[in-house]
């Protein structure tokens, strides 16, 4: 069994978060002037849900940018070690 590290996989792996996008970030739900305290608490909650969601998604695509770094890290130890088995 043969395990090593490839930078092309790890960029190949990470890429798609990149293209996460959100429709309509920070656009806020409301409703019409015949509030009720309920919708109020609706609209409150939906709003909180969707900056919770873009707050996810940029965490996940910061750390997705990172992946590559980390695999050409480990891809110059990996090849250091091999070559102390030589």
């Excluded at 305290?37 to 750390?63: C, F, I, K, Y």
């Excluded at 992946?67 to 110059?76: D, G, H, M, Y």
Aim: net charge negative; hydrophobic share 45%; no cysteine.
């Amino acid at each position: 069994m043969r395990v090593s590290s490839s930078v092309g996989v790890a960029q190949g792996a990470v890429s798609r978060f990149a293209e996460v996008r959100l429709e309509s970030p920070g656009t806020q739900a409301s409703v019409g002037a015949s509030n009720l305290p309920g919708m109020q608490a609706g609209e409150r909650l939906a709003n909180q849900v969707l900056n919770d969601l873009a707050s996810v998604v940029s965490s996940m695509q910061e750390q997705a940018q990172q992946v590559p770094a980390l695999a050409a890290s480990i891809a110059q130890r990996d090849s250091a070690d091999a070559g102390a088995w030589r």
